[in-house]
């Protein structure tokens, strides 16, 4: 079983939509919690990061992170063709280099 | 830009070659890791850097890998005998350990490789 599972995908929307993006973890030592955006051929792009459980906002993103389920979430409200691409969550400890676990990651297209 | 910066952005070579990627953090960025990533898959760890220190090294990373990074600035991966397995996407981040709590890593766009 990997560390951090994805629904790899791929997932339509029309644009306008709400979008969901989750991920879940095995191993209770993660506490830092990332989402990153990557483009095609492109390296990936941090859009947000949660320490521990809770929401954070921004803009049009809001991270949510469910510890005692193991389980984190990525919101796109209001979803635009521009959003469409692979959205990888990652995760790390505290400790140990800081090595970071990704997902598999969930592609995404948005229809105009 | 001051981004993280790797060259070359792609590199074709015969299976059997020897191959070396450079990557340049962020300037003020102490700590610096590689990643593979191949197709459909998000990227794994490779090895970690803080300064010139190679602190951690994944199972993933074998014999015929090896990275550098002697100034504790730009670091180098070499790759020797390359087989058809290593074609991926090789991506370098950097971070920097006075972020504390908030520390993450910024990726540069990857080296894409393909063995032959």
């Known amino acids: 079983q990997k560390e951090v599972e994805q629904d790899p995908g791929p997932l339509s929307v029309p644009e306008g939509a709400i979008v969901s993006l989750n991920c879940t973890y095995s191993?209770?030592?993660?506490?830092?919690f990332m989402w990153y955006r990557q483009y095609s051929r492109k390296g990936p792009e941090l859009l947000m990061y949660t320490y521990s459980s809770g929401n954070k906002e921004d803009g049009r993103f809001t991270a949510q992170v469910d510890k005692s389920s193991k389980y984190i979430s990525l919101f796109i409200r209001d979803s635009q063709p521009s959003d469409s691409a692979t959205y990888l969550c990652a995760m790390r400890g505290n400790t140990g280099g800081f090595k970071t676990i990704f997902g598999a990651g969930t592609r995404l297209f948005v229809k105009a | 830009d001051t981004g993280v910066s790797q060259d070359p952005r792609h590199k074709i070579t015969k299976r059997g070659q020897n191959v070396t990627f450079r990557c340049d953090p962020i300037s003020e960025h102490n700590r610096l890791y590689w990643y593979r990533q191949t197709l459909g898959q998000g990227p794994e760890f490779l090895t970690y850097f803080q300064n010139e220190a190679q602190l951690e090294k994944s199972r993933l990373l074998s014999d015929r890998f090896s990275a550098e990074r002697p100034k504790g600035s730009f670091s180098t991966l070499e790759i020797q005998r390359t087989e058809q397995g290593d074609s991926a996407m090789y991506l370098c981040?950097?971070?920097?350990?006075?972020?504390?709590?908030?520390?993450?890593?910024?990726f540069g766009p990857g080296t894409r490789l393909l063995v032959l």
């Open positions: 191993n209770s030592a993660f506490q830092y």
């Open positions: 981040a950097s971070s920097s350990s006075t972020s504390g709590i908030g520390e993450t890593q910024y």
